[in-house]
């Protein structure tokens, strides 16, 4: 059982009462203010009783908690506040034991800002599913009824690895200078820099064309960083993923009752980008009527959210970018040209990394270097005899190909320099077969289906998303769990 509070609550969906209740907060914790840690914390649940017993609790230990019920409001509100912990529960009213609708807001949270450190609140006997959701990306679990000491040791050890986390990353970003973690000595890749660095500060729409795993979605947000919206959020939206009737609804938002399940009203992902820059992902195969809606709204700047009649003009940054043949699409007229010429003012072509050999050794040591610290491994250097066959291997995945292979090697490397045994180059045969820790049972299902939807979509990574009914981030990030 729940204790239960009576206060009224702030919702953090209405600002003004938002403000009100922080300087409440603030004033009412006056005299423990040196203690206060000023984390920003948002929980989501939908038991009001559970909200504002958290929201007691920790407006006493945090300098920002914001509330919410309904996990529709979930990406307006972290577009918005650069929060530090979401805590997020794992079953709402539609979906109350699964926990599917927790694994759906949980990638979507780290999609918009893998920054932030997602603690779920599960209930006893979901203890197998919160291990699940740890390893696809959420930093922690609580068990509710939760007691108060047990969630504040949780949320600071929680936030002292995340500020750990975060230090570490701006060492390695002022070291490696301009283009933080980007890796590339090749002359493809030295232009793209240059391009980058002449670009940025302008408004305008960069197109990228590479194969998957090239780089597009790490270039488009540097373009962002390097940009004056850096403040401001950077929305990616995977166009792929979305459904014939998602479309609208997901990039234009819309209002409440325009259709059956439009309970609110609802921003879509070009108003959530305003200000900042907005990242189409596979733009390519998008269909021609969904070409033709977002041409209007490109040339007009104006969105309409669906059920509405009234535009709203919004200002954002366009980075489109696709792995599909874009001019050939063009030329066989199931692309739009004028489309074409609206997103491609600046257009960056990515290489496959087999065309870019120089820089494969420049990756492999940046991934070694990182995944050493990550896994504490003594390993610290590649084999001549390895450094030959990766300059061999084609790197169907590209990057992130070589990015997985290092990560796997490290992990399983017995000695301080990684030799060819320990290396596992998915394109051979036995790549399916590979030993890898088997796990619990429930693993080594999802790997299984990861598996074989892979070969059943010959590795088209949009269509096994969408036969998994996953998000293509979320795919990746299993994949990368797998070590595929
Ligand atoms: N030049 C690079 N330097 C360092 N890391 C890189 C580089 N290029 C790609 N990566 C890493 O490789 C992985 C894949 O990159 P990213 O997701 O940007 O590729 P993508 O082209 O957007 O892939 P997809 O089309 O499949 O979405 C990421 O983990 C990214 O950080």
Redesign the pocket.
């Known amino acids: 059982m729940y204790r239960v509070w009576h206060t009224t609550l702030y919702f953090a969906d209405y600002p003004e009462q938002t403000k009100n209740f922080h300087h409440i907060a603030n004033a009412q914790s006056d005299s423990c203010v040196q203690f206060k840690d000023m984390s920003k914390i948002l929980v989501i649940d939908d038991d009001v009783d559970v909200l504002s017993a958290a929201r007691l609790l920790l407006k006493r230990h945090f300098g920002q908690v914001d509330i919410e019920k309904n996990p529709e409001k979930i990406p307006f509100l972290i577009n918005n506040t650069q929060y530090d912990v979401v805590l997020l529960d794992m079953n709402f009213e539609r979906d109350n034991s699964s926990g599917r609708e927790g694994f759906l807001w949980l990638d979507r949270i780290l999609d918009i800002n893998p920054q932030i450190a997602v603690v779920l609140i599960t209930a006893y006997g979901d203890v197998e599913m919160a291990v699940r959701a740890i390893k696809s990306g959420a930093t922690d679990f609580i068990l509710k009824p939760w007691e108060n000491d047990k969630l504040l040791g949780t949320l600071k050890s929680v936030l002292e690895a995340r500020q750990q986390r975060l230090d570490k990353a701006d060492g390695k970003a002022t070291k490696s200078g301009n283009l933080p973690?980007?890796?590339?000595n090749s002359p493809a890749?030295r232009q793209v820099f240059d391009t980058i660095e002449r670009i940025a500060e302008t408004d305008a729409n960069v197109l990228i064309l590479?194969e998957?795993?090239?780089?597009?979605?790490?270039?488009a947000r540097a373009i962002h960083q390097r940009s004056h919206r850096r403040d401001k959020p950077f929305v990616s939206v995977d166009l792929g993923a979305l459904s014939e009737t998602l479309f609208e609804s997901e990039l234009f938002g819309h209002v409440r009752g325009a259709f059956t399940d439009a309970r609110d009203d609802r921003a879509g992902r070009f108003e959530e980008a305003n200000g900042g820059t907005i990242f189409l992902?596979e733009i390519g195969n998008i269909t021609q009527p969904q070409q033709a809606r977002l041409l209007t709204v490109l040339q007009q700047r104006m969105v309409t959210r669906v059920g509405a009649n009234k535009p709203k003009a919004v200002d954002v940054r366009l980075i489109c970018?696709t792995?599909s043949p874009i001019y050939q699409r063009v030329a066989e007229k199931t692309f739009r040209q004028d489309l074409l010429y609206r997103i491609n003012t600046i257009e960056l072509d990515?290489p496959p990394l087999r065309e870019r050999v120089e820089?494969i050794v420049p990756?492999a040591e940046?991934f070694l270097k990182q995944y050493r610290k990550q896994y504490n491994r003594p390993v610290n250097s590649l084999s001549p005899a390895l450094v030959k066959q990766m300059q061999q291997y084609p790197w169907p995945g590209n990057?992130?190909e070589l990015?997985h292979a290092i990560e796997r090697a490290i992990i399983l490397a017995r000695g301080n320099t990684l030799q060819p045994e320990d290396f596992f180059f998915s394109a051979t045969p036995a790549a399916t077969e590979a030993p890898f820790r088997e796990n619990l049972q429930l693993e080594d299902l999802e790997k299984r289906a990861i598996q074989k939807a892979l070969a059943k979509f010959n590795g088209n990574?949009t269509e096994v998303a969408r036969e998994l009914g996953l998000s293509?981030q979320a795919l990746y990030r299993r994949m990368e769990k797998y070590g595929m």
Not at 181 to 184: L, S
Not at 212 to 219: E, F, H, R
């Open positions: 973690n980007i890796i590339g890749m590479g998957n795993g090239t780089g597009k979605d790490l270039i992902d970018a792995n990515l820089d990756l940046h990057v992130r990015q990574i293509r």
